[in-house]
T-cell receptor, first 117, second 111 residues
Framework: DAGVIQSPRHEVTEMGQEVTLRCKPI?????LFWYRQTMMRGLELLIY????????DSGMPEDRFSAKMPNASFSTLKIQPSEPRDSAVYFC???????????????FGAGSRLTVL | KQEVTQIPAALSVPEGENLVLNCSFT??????LQWFRQDPGKGLTSLLL?????REQTSGRLNASLDKSSGRSTLYIAASQPGDSATYLC??????????FGPGTRLSVLP
């Protein structure tokens, strides 16, 4: 498997523009997580899905952020309109739900670095 | 709500030293604990996973231990090398929650 695949790797946009980040999880993983990382706040969970259903979106900063997972192999994180304070690295990660054994390794993508001017 | 802390925030050691990184969590009802490594400008790579029923895991020069009752985990790195320089993060998977990350320890191994 190629691992968790994110695109684009880098995005530079102007304030007010719409930004769409994409993620392809590892095949067979039924959990998908979106994280945001900044120097000031570290790694923050934005939202996570289980079997394509959003479970917890309490980390989504505001209504400008939305995430979808239309099928098991694809998810998007959209910011509309974007603001300079949204500049960060956005990571997607996926995992199996081996709750009983606890053997669910969390695997990260390489991240999408977003700069909003 | 689970909180994860890591001490120290930064560590600088000469090459060849053995070192210990610490991770503490407030809620012991966890499925597992994972240690990750992050190189500058890169994603996170999983190093070791310790299930809640286990006490330690080893991979090469790395050994991670888990004491659920005290809410602590340590990552031991033997014979450190400059290539070990990175930020190390621990994360716990909670019952009914999700992975909660610590802030990380930034390690520099000097040649």
């Amino acid at each position: 498997d190629a691992g968790v695949i994110q695109s684009p790797r880098h995005e530079v946009t102007e304030m007010g523009q719409e930004v769409t980040l994409r993620c392809k999880p590892i095949s067979g993983h039924d959990y998908l997580f979106w994280y945001r990382q900044t120097m000031m706040r570290g790694l923050e969970l934005l939202i996570y899905f289980n079997n394509n259903v959003p479970i917890d979106d309490s980390g989504m900063p505001e209504d400008r952020f939305s995430a979808k997972m239309p099928n098991a192999s694809f998810s998007t994180l959209k910011i509309q309109p974007s603001e300079p304070r949204d500049s960060a690295v956005y990571f997607c990660a996926s995992s199996f739900a081996y709750r009983v054994s606890g053997a669910n390794v969390l695997t990260f993508g390489a991240g999408s670095r977003l700069t909003v001017l | 709500k689970q909180e994860v802390t890591q001490i120290p925030a930064a560590l600088s050691v000469p090459e060849g030293e053995n070192l210990v990184l610490n991770c503490s969590f407030t809620d012991s009802a966890i499925y597992n604990l994972q240690w990750f490594r992050q190189d500058p400008g890169k994603g996170l790579t999983s190093l070791l996973l310790i299930q809640s029923s286990q006490r330690e895991q080893t991979s090469g020069r790395l050994n991670a231990s888990l004491d659920k009752s005290s809410g602590r985990s340590t990552l031991y790195i033997a014979a450190s090398q400059p290539g070990d320089s990175a930020t190390y993060l621990c994360a716990v998977w909670n019952y009914g929650q999700n992975f909660v990350f610590g802030p990380g320890t930034r390690l520099s191994v000097l040649p």
